[in-house]
């Protein structure tokens, strides 16, 4: 848990920098356009689609006409944020992550040797594979989701799994060889799936929501490099300014 801990603290710091800034930015905006354009355009049409189905087909039988609606919007809505949610994650991988690492290895992780592959190919991959994934997790619990509470708890889990099983791989494909990143998934599997937890909580903050992939991925890149590094040398390091 500290090391989760260290790697939030140290995001929160990375954010002191004019450029950070920029790359957490960037997907958000593109996410937020892309759930205005679905809103005036989608949302109706997925609104009428989804109370021609149960429950809000029974709701609508039984005359309550504003519940069955009013449950369609909820779920228009959480349709739209997903996708924008996914957009974002898309990006932030694929675009940021790379700028990301170039940026903090070259400043505080200067000590961490590059010894994986630089693939960009495989990283685009495995967010793209991450990404149908979580698709279709989320089309099958849809289910799950009548039960009271799991509506908040399943998206959470599963927008913890995409951060963990999207951003983990990505942080540390440039640097750790494959026998490192195998110890380092193993022995980091608990710890990184808290940390895309905790980024999935923040994602249901009201407009943070949308900066969260990115963040998520500066937040992996800081655990996985401090992960790399500790395990190559036993070194452990203060939050900021500090070298081995």
């Given at each position: 848990?500290?090391?989760?801990?260290?790697?939030?603290?140290?995001?929160?710091?990375?954010?002191?920098?004019?450029?950070?800034?920029?790359?957490?930015l960037?997907?958000?905006?593109?996410?937020?356009?892309?759930?205005?354009?679905?809103?005036?355009?989608?949302?109706?049409?997925?609104?009428?689609?989804?109370?021609?189905?149960?429950?809000?087909?029974?709701?609508?039988?039984?005359?309550?006409?504003?519940?069955?609606?009013?449950?369609?919007?909820?779920?228009?809505?959480?349709?739209?944020?997903?996708?924008?949610?996914?957009?974002?994650?898309?990006?932030?991988?694929?675009?940021?992550?790379?700028?990301?690492?170039?940026?903090?290895?070259?400043?505080?992780?200067?000590?961490?040797?590059?010894?994986?592959?630089?693939?960009?190919?495989?990283?685009?991959?495995?967010?793209?594979?991450?990404?149908?994934?979580?698709?279709?997790?989320?089309?099958?619990?849809?289910?799950?989701?009548?039960?009271?509470?799991?509506?908040?708890?399943?998206?959470m889990?599963?927008?913890?799994?995409?951060?963990?099983?999207?951003?983990?791989?990505?942080?540390?494909?440039?640097?750790?060889?494959?026998?490192?990143?195998?110890?380092?998934?193993?022995?980091?599997?608990?710890?990184?799936?808290?940390?895309?937890?905790?980024?999935?909580?923040?994602?249901?903050?009201p407009?943070?929501?949308?900066?969260?992939?990115?963040?998520?991925?500066l937040?992996?890149?800081?655990?996985g490099?401090?992960?790399?590094?500790?395990?190559?040398?036993?070194?452990?390091?203060?939050?900021?300014?500090?070298r081995?």
């Amino acid at each position: 848990m500290n090391d989760v801990l260290l790697a939030l603290m140290r995001t929160l710091s990375s954010l002191r920098s004019g450029r950070i800034w920029g790359y957490v930015l960037l997907p958000a905006l593109v996410s937020l356009a892309l759930s205005i354009v679905l809103a005036i355009w989608v949302l109706g049409g997925l609104v009428e689609q989804m109370l021609l189905y149960p429950p809000m087909s029974w709701l609508i039988g039984w005359g309550a006409l504003w519940l069955a609606y009013l449950l369609a919007y909820l779920g228009g809505w959480m349709a739209i944020f997903a996708a924008a949610y996914l957009t974002a994650s898309l990006l932030a991988a694929i675009l940021v992550m790379p700028l990301l690492l170039k940026y903090l290895s070259e400043n505080e992780y200067r000590d961490v040797a590059a010894m994986g592959k630089d693939s960009f190919l495989a990283a685009a991959l495995n967010s793209i594979v991450a990404s149908l994934l979580f698709v279709a997790a989320w089309l099958l619990t849809l289910p799950l989701w009548l039960i009271p509470g799991l509506s908040l708890i399943v998206p959470m889990l599963l927008m913890a799994w995409l951060n963990r099983r999207t951003f983990a791989y990505d942080a540390l494909s440039m640097h750790a060889t494959e026998a490192e990143w195998a110890a380092l998934q193993r022995q980091g599997k608990g710890p990184m799936f808290m940390l895309g937890l905790s980024m999935a909580l923040f994602a249901h903050v009201p407009i943070l929501g949308l900066l969260v992939p990115a963040l998520a991925a500066l937040s992996f890149v800081h655990y996985g490099l401090e992960a790399l590094r500790r395990s190559r040398s036993g070194a452990v390091v203060t939050i900021e300014g500090e070298r081995v």
